[in-house]
């Protein structure tokens, strides 16, 4: 195995948490909506719209609530739940820092145009990714093998010098796929242990 030059993470369940259950859980709670309902609009062709900064918050946002079939009167929870319901892996970033002491690090992200605000405002992430590759920027969304090899590009190394975690199983296999060396999240501890091992490799 080559040696490893860039470590790449995902930022939503990974870096970045809810503060109970999933995203698509607490949305529904804080909007006493059907979680089917709000799944639904989450896997919806309007969320990657948002993602790749096509529509605005506030344009998603309507959007959601009369697909949910809600008053426009609570938009204000769902303006507060983008931030404060949601937390960074201080452990994690912790990690982060020590992996780039001797590798490139980055972000990959499906995430709307507030991603670069929140990282900085409310989640205080600055210095510790070499590179922050988002949906919102490059118009394209995982698990398109264009953003893949885009991250790749702008890291400066082929996909087999790279490491790339993620919490959802499709973009580990397409990221596989492409050549990168993939971990599936499902704790802290066990994302760190494989890193570990592959870096060690």
Same mark, same amino acid.
């Given at each position: 195995?080559?040696?490893?030059?860039?470590? *790449?993470?995902?930022?939503?369940?990974?870096? +970045?948490?809810?503060?109970?259950?999933?995203?698509?859980?607490?949305?529904? &709670?804080?909007?006493?909506?059907?979680?089917?309902?709000?799944?639904?609009?989450?896997?919806? !062709? !309007?969320?990657?719209?948002?993602?790749?900064?096509?529509?605005?918050?506030?344009?998603?946002?309507?959007?959601?609530?009369?697909?949910?079939? #809600?008053?426009? &009167?609570?938009?204000?929870? *769902?303006? &507060?739940?983008?931030?404060?319901?949601? @937390?960074?892996?201080? !452990?994690?970033?912790?990690?982060?820092?020590?992996?780039?002491?001797? %590798?490139?690090?980055?972000?990959?992200?499906?995430?709307?145009? =507030?991603?670069?605000?929140? #990282? =900085? /405002?409310?989640? %205080?992430?600055?210095?510790?990714?070499? %590179?922050?590759?988002?949906? $919102?920027?490059?118009? #394209?969304?995982?698990?398109?093998?264009?953003?893949?090899? +885009?991250?790749?590009? /702008?890291?400066? $190394?082929?996909? %087999?010098?790279?490491?790339?975690?993620?919490?959802?199983?499709?973009?580990?296999?397409?990221?596989?796929?492409?050549?990168?060396?993939? *971990?599936? @999240?499902?704790?802290?501890?066990?994302?760190?242990?494989?890193?570990?091992?592959?870096?060690?490799?």
């Amino acid at each position: 195995m080559s040696k490893i030059k860039a470590v *790449i993470w995902d930022l939503a369940g990974v870096v +970045l948490h809810p503060i109970r259950g999933s995203f698509n859980s607490l949305l529904a &709670e804080r909007l006493d909506a059907p979680l089917a309902a709000v799944e639904k609009v989450m896997d919806g !062709e !309007e969320n990657r719209l948002w993602d790749i900064d096509e529509i605005d918050d506030t344009a998603f946002f309507t959007y959601l609530l009369n697909a949910l079939d #809600l008053p426009l &009167e609570k938009m204000p929870i *769902i303006r &507060e739940f983008v931030w404060k319901d949601f @937390y960074i892996d201080r !452990e994690m970033l912790t990690f982060i820092k020590e992996v780039k002491e001797a %590798h490139t690090t980055a972000l990959l992200t499906n995430f709307p145009s =507030h991603v670069h605000d929140f #990282l =900085h /405002r409310y989640w %205080h992430t600055d210095g510790v990714f070499n %590179h922050i590759i988002a949906s $919102c920027d490059v118009k #394209l969304v995982k698990p398109d093998e264009a953003i893949y090899r +885009l991250a790749l590009e /702008r890291v400066g $190394c082929e996909a %087999h010098e790279s490491i790339f975690i993620d919490d959802r199983q499709i973009n580990v296999d397409v990221a596989k796929r492409v050549g990168m060396n993939a *971990i599936l @999240y499902q704790n802290r501890e066990s994302a760190i242990n494989g890193i570990k091992r592959l870096l060690a490799a």
